[in-house]
């Protein structure tokens, strides 16, 4: 009966059956993930001034650039004198604050010259009050019952919801997101409250730009569905809230310990999920890391590195830039040598050459020792890849006192570079808020 039952299911439903897991790009799988604000990155916030930047960010080793909104904002009801780059007034067109098409043709070009890859921010929930589609397409748009625009939130005056029960808007947004993978050559998408759009329209959209090249796929939400086709990483927003606990002393180490085994068994395993200690909207709107995480600011971004998923730097963390950046008006980056950009440098590395760190479905295993609430002990494996953290957690010097069942042979210490044999117990002592990286 059950497989009867399954071939009608077949027959009638041919299109959401057709449906499986989504296949990252192979390059996907050691990446470092740098979001980049054009308009706050350079005095002249332009692609072509970001294009200097990018004989650096590849020394830097990142992987894949993600550009915040490219595309024309909105004037009516704008916020600022600058706007919101999430209030989309054209979508295929530039913001001409940015450049032209040429010039971001030109900078995807040399963003792949350098061996990297770039997606770019879509807002596909909402759009500007002027946006072209309110005079040709209103039918597109969700209205009350008076008929009028209505924002999907809100606090978000400047935008207006877009109504999905409307299957021609499916095939004009469809259209105009394949636009920029077929005309430009970019490498994939973050979507914008990918949430709060009908997972069926994502589905068909991974299908629709697959079939112009694999594209990689960041859903701003943190649901397991949106793991099933249609995106390859999601954000761990609640891993991103526990950081913040332990630092205001509300949450200890045996939290992560406990999310991230949670995670494991409600994410498919090649599912990525992005790790960070900041983004645009906690820069602007929660403060900086050094605001949120204080003298934990480092360790926390260390860790990143080593649990499982895509870790993510957001432009100017490199160098300890302690500024809320303006979201609506022009506030330039101010750039400069820092010893975090070695931090990063190294990382990065470490990310891309040792298995035991990959993510997706090729992740190293993981392993907790949960010596006390302290200290944070994690042990990812993968063949004959492996790295130990040990992570200081509190404001007080801590020692760590364990034994190492699975760990044994010589090491190499990420802090230093030295040679260190572990085999059994092991001790050593922490200094607030610090970390010890072996690896082998």
């Not at 809100?154 to 636009?179: F, G, Q, R, T």
Request: hydrophobic residues 35%.
């Amino acid at each position: 009966m059950k497989r009867y039952l399954i071939l009608f299911l077949l027959f009638v439903l041919p299109s959401q059956q057709s449906f499986s897991q989504p296949v990252a790009p192979d390059w996907a799988k050691n990446s470092t993930i740098y979001e980049v604000n054009i308009r706050q990155f350079s005095k002249e916030g332009t692609f072509k001034s970001f294009q200097q930047h990018l004989p650096r960010l590849k020394e830097l080793g990142v992987d894949i650039l993600w550009l915040m909104p490219i595309n024309p904002i909105g004037k009516l009801n704008r916020k600022g004198t600058l706007g919101s780059y999430y209030s989309v007034k054209d979508y295929v067109d530039i913001n001409p604050e940015f450049g032209t098409k040429e010039d971001f043709k030109t900078l995807v070009d040399e963003i792949h010259n350098h061996g990297m890859h770039v997606i770019i921010d879509w807002v596909a929930n909402h759009t500007a009050w002027d946006n072209k589609w309110v005079k040709t397409n209103p039918e597109f748009y969700t209205k009350d019952s008076s008929g009028n625009f209505v924002p999907p939130v809100p606090d978000w005056s400047d935008v207006i919801d877009l109504n999905y029960d409307n299957k021609e808007l499916w095939k004009e947004m469809i259209s105009a997101l394949k636009y920029w993978v077929s005309e430009f050559d970019i490498d994939g998408y973050r979507c914008d409250v990918a949430g709060m759009v009908p997972i069926e329209f994502w589905n068909e959209v991974r299908t629709e730009l697959d079939k112009i090249k694999p594209v990689f796929m960041l859903a701003e939400w943190d649901t397991p569905e949106m793991h099933k086709f249609a995106f390859d990483m999601t954000y761990d927003w609640d891993l991103h809230k526990i950081f913040n606990g332990v630092y205001a002393k509300e949450r200890n180490s045996s939290d992560i310990i406990k999310h991230i085994l949670n995670d494991q068994k409600k994410y498919p395993d090649y599912a990525y999920r992005m790790q960070f200690t900041s983004n645009h909207d906690e820069n602007s709107w929660n403060g900086t890391e050094y605001e949120r995480l204080g003298k934990a600011a480092e360790v926390f971004a260390v860790l990143t590195y080593v649990i499982p998923g895509m870790p993510l730097i957001y432009n100017g963390q490199e160098i300890g830039f302690n500024k809320r950046l303006e979201f609506f008006e022009k506030d330039s980056i101010i750039w400069k040598e820092n010893k975090f950009e070695k931090l990063y440098k190294n990382l990065n590395e470490l990310k891309e050459k040792n298995k035991a760190l990959w993510a997706g479905i090729e992740s190293g295993s993981v392993d907790f020792i949960n010596n006390n609430n302290d200290i944070l002990i994690i042990r990812r494996s993968k063949e004959n890849k492996e790295v130990i953290g040990f992570f200081n957690l509190t404001e007080k010097e801590t020692e760590a006192n364990t034994r190492l069942e699975k760990a044994s042979g010589v090491y190499i210490g990420f802090n230093n570079d030295q040679q260190i044999e572990l085999n059994g117990n092991f001790q050593l002592k922490l200094k607030p808020w610090s970390y010890i990286i072996f690896y082998k």
